[in-house]
């Protein structure tokens, strides 16, 4: 086995050690909003239209588009917690266009519809952009495309099989060193079109305002217990069960992200795979100078284990990714937030990658669960004679996702026939994961294989090309 830049070209023990020495260990999105009166929880029986469970992008942007098609339906919010503080308030704030998990994911899954697919990715991203400026989005919205780096020779080979045009370049070391100064860059391909970078908790935050002002009505500290239509008729709804009330909703969308679904048939479409991420202090204009990122772009490696990062509005550079944690079970616990040697690892590897900047320090380390499916990006669905919509299994790309889905949801919920609802990808499901044991086996051996094949030129071993053959997967 061979190794990588990360063991090669390690940096001095105590070079992480004073960076992380003052750490907080909490969401820095989370932190930097301006302090929230919140929303009531709620305390009594309802009757509404629209009933909304989860108070992340998804169900915000269901929220805010449902309101738009119909201001006159009544439209009720339900967070187990307070809005935007799981996934959407501690994701790296890329906002990416692919609604597949990457062109070639893409391709291998449904490669009759990956041209439409990729349009309207693209398209998206658009129209989430238009929403910024015409909702008053306050989240810190830059349109800066992203670069896929090679810090492998290997990889080199892979950029330059990729294709290339007016919205992604190819750059080779000295070009892309030009961009962003890092000694680890062997080439890129800058994609200017297909990411936007924005503050995850801004966003959050402002689409609840938005749906709040448009009428939505926002419940927190709520959580849903059961779904109950024993009784109903399809045209009657469903009861949303909670502690302190029920909401009897003639629709129902479900938004809960990584959570355990209200709906058995979901249970095993996802897992929780813990994702570890570092925040620096703000760099000075001296250290700004010496890593020379003027135009901002979000960045990302090619291992399999991958890393991301990019600048905050006060030139922060957030650090994340390469580890990614299942534990048994499947369960989502805050305790499994605090992994010490995923921190030091991401700061070693923050320091290979920008030795120049020796003496900064981390601000701020949390992690999250992010709710992985089987072929890498989400899923939809009905349910309870299309009474319930749903969709889940984002994979770490659904800050712009969640969008379009919310729009699939609601044609759904509405029965309408159209271009979404039609896809392949929308009508299809994954795979499930096996039920433990075989669940943390299949990962722990996928993991295992997939750290083989970073060391090993990127091949991929029987294992991997076994599971690419049956369209199954598990990614960093």
């Given at each position: 086995m061979g190794t990588t830049i990360f063991e090669r070209a390690r940096p001095a023990a105590s070079v992480i050690a004073g960076a992380l020495a003052a750490t907080c260990s909490a969401p820095f999105w989370l932190d930097d909003v301006s302090p929230q009166t919140g929303y009531p929880r709620l305390t009594a029986d309802l009757d509404c239209d629209l009933a909304i469970v989860g108070g992340g992008y998804l169900g915000l942007w269901t929220a805010v588009r449902a309101k738009q098609r119909d201001p006159g339906a009544r439209v009720v919010l339900l967070e187990g917690r307070t809005i935007g503080w799981a996934a959407s308030g501690r994701n790296g704030g890329f906002c990416e266009a692919s609604l597949t998990h990457g062109e070639e994911n893409g391709q291998r899954r449904w490669p009759k519809e990956i041209a439409r697919l990729t349009e309207l990715g693209l398209e998206n991203l658009d129209e989430i952009e238009r929403a910024v400026a015409e909702l008053g989005l306050d989240c810190d919205f830059e349109r800066t495309g992203a670069i896929d780096l090679a810090i492998e020779e290997h990889q080199v080979d892979w950029l330059r099989e990729e294709p290339t045009g007016t919205d992604s370049v190819f750059l080779d070391a000295a070009e892309l060193r030009a961009e962003v100064g890092s000694p680890t860059y062997l080439a890129g391909i800058w994609h200017k079109r297909s990411n936007a970078l924005v503050h995850p908790g801004k966003l959050a935050t402002e689409l609840a305002r938005v749906a709040t002002e448009l009428g939505v009505e926002i419940f927190e500290h709520t959580p849903v217990q059961h779904l109950d239509t024993q009784g109903l008729s399809p045209a009657q709804g469903t009861r949303l069960r909670t502690a302190s009330g029920v909401v009897r909703a003639q629709k129902t969308a479900l938004a809960t992200n990584v959570f355990p679904s209200l709906l058995a048939r979901n249970r095993l479409s996802t897992v929780p795979v813990y994702d570890y991420v570092l925040m620096t202090e703000p760099l000075s204009p001296d250290q700004l100078a010496a890593i020379n990122w003027q135009n901002r772009q979000g960045l990302s490696d090619l291992a399999n284990q991958f890393h991301y990062y990019r600048l905050s509005a006060d030139n922060r550079i957030l650090f994340g990714g390469y580890d990614a944690i299942y534990h048994?079970?499947?369960?989502?616990?805050?305790?499994?937030?605090?992994?010490?040697?995923?921190?030091?690892?991401?700061?070693?590897?923050?320091?290979?990658?920008?030795?120049?900047?020796?003496?900064?320090?981390?601000?701020?380390?949390?992690?999250?669960?992010?709710?992985?499916?089987?072929?890498?990006?989400?899923?939809?669905?009905?349910a309870r004679g299309g009474r319930i919509s749903y969709a889940a299994g984002f994979t770490g790309l659904g800050v712009a996702a969640t969008h379009f889905a919310a729009l699939v949801m609601l044609d759904q919920l509405a029965g309408l026939q159209t271009e979404r609802t039609q896809l392949e990808m929308v009508r299809g499901r994954p795979l499930p994961f096996p039920p433990e044991p075989l669940a943390s086996m299949g990962i722990q051996t996928t993991r295992w294989s997939l750290d083989r094949a970073d060391h090993n030129r990127g091949r991929r071993n029987a294992i991997l090309k076994t599971l690419d053959a049956l369209g199954l997967g598990f990614d960093s």
């Open positions: 048994y079970g499947a369960r989502v616990r805050s305790g499994y937030e605090n992994r010490p040697e995923s921190f030091q690892r991401l700061a070693s590897h923050f320091f290979t990658t920008f030795p120049q900047l020796a003496g900064l320090r981390f601000s701020h380390q949390w992690a999250g669960a992010i709710d992985t499916s089987t072929q890498f990006c989400a899923f939809f669905g009905t």
